[in-house]
């Protein structure tokens, strides 16, 4: 009997990962505006962390359907462009789509994995960002390495990524009720998620190993606010893949009773004004 230790396998997780981005994608397009008002203010702090302006040329990584990229694009103008990559054709779809909407001809996308952008010409982009996307990634140093390649000497990369489960109740919460009663074991070691760079430190030191210098990273409080628990709950069921492949492995009713007590502890975040979730982000921004 071998008493190995069960391995991170990073193809079949970015597999997985790529077929939970392509189902949510509808819904992540659909709670846009929701993603909006939560996400909107930490947005405009990282672009101004990034140095972003009037004619930029900015890579927006893990891109997703494109709240940020809109952004971005109405801020750099017609003198600037965005290319918005993502690993999910279907998501960057939606992203295509609301940059139409917003009349914005600057912005293209382009289906890439976030390690593969050495596949971008060297030294094209003022500014490379990511919102709440590194933690997806199995090989994180691989990614900055890749988002170091594209940018121009003096140019910034700026990320937004989930601080520590403590503070992230709003997500840390359904995750952990999931965890216990699937029965899932710990991540296994160097495996992704959303909290694996909110320790002490850990994202400012990822972007020195990748080399980059004048490391800042700034804390901002962004909580989730809808009106109910339940709306939280379907937001979160809606657009969060990863928590139903946690569920599979139980039946309909086991699922059922870890979707009623998510919503019964996700009830404590409710009060006079409605449901405030627990969220402080990370942002951290590098120079090359």
């Known amino acids: 009997m071998s008493d190995q230790k069960p391995q991170f396998d990073p193809v079949r997780y970015k597999q997985t990962?790529?077929?939970q981005w392509e189902s949510a994608a509808e819904a992540w397009h659909r709670w846009g505006p929701l993603l909006s008002?939560?996400?909107?203010a930490p947005t405009e702090t990282m672009l101004d962390m990034a140095g972003i302006g009037k004619g930029s040329h900015v890579l927006d990584v893990a891109a997703g359907a494109g709240d940020q990229t809109v952004s971005v694009g109405r801020r750099v103008g017609s003198t600037g462009r965005v290319l918005a990559t993502d690993l999910s054709p279907g998501i960057l779809e939606f992203a295509a789509a609301r940059a139409r909407e917003a009349a914005l001809d600057n912005v293209h996308?382009?289906?890439?994995d976030g390690e593969n952008l050495t596949e971008l010409e060297a030294e094209s982009f003022d500014a490379v960002i990511s919102r709440v996307g590194m933690?997806?990634?199995?090989?994180?140093?691989?990614?900055?390495?890749?988002?170091r390649h594209a940018l121009k000497e003096g140019g910034k990369v700026a990320a937004m990524v989930y601080s520590t489960a403590e503070k992230n109740g709003f997500f840390s919460?359904?995750?952990s009720i999931i965890r216990r009663r699937a029965k899932l074991p710990p991540p296994?070691?160097?495996?992704?998620?959303?909290?694996?760079?909110?320790?002490?430190?850990?994202l400012a030191q990822a972007f020195i190993k990748a080399g980059f210098k004048d490391v800042e990273v700034k804390a901002v409080?962004?909580?989730?606010?809808?009106?109910?628990a339940a709306e939280c709950l379907q937001f979160e069921k809606e657009s969060f893949g990863a928590l139903h492949q946690m569920l599979s492995g139980l039946s309909g009713e086991e699922k059922d009773q870890a979707w009623r007590e998510i919503e019964d502890r996700l009830g404590e975040f409710e009060g006079t004004d409605g449901f405030s979730g627990p969220c402080e982000l990370l942002i951290a921004v590098g120079t090359k």
């Open 135 to 147: 933690i997806y990634f199995p090989d994180q140093q691989r990614a900055l390495a890749g988002m």
């Open 173 to 175: 919460v359904p995750v």
């Open 17 to 19: 990962t790529l077929q």
């Open 188 to 202: 296994l070691a160097g495996q992704p998620g959303p909290f694996s760079l909110g320790g002490d430190k850990v």
């Open 109 to 112: 996308t382009r289906e890439l």
């Open 221 to 228: 409080d962004a909580p989730l606010r809808v009106e109910s």
């Open 37 to 40: 008002d939560w996400l909107g």
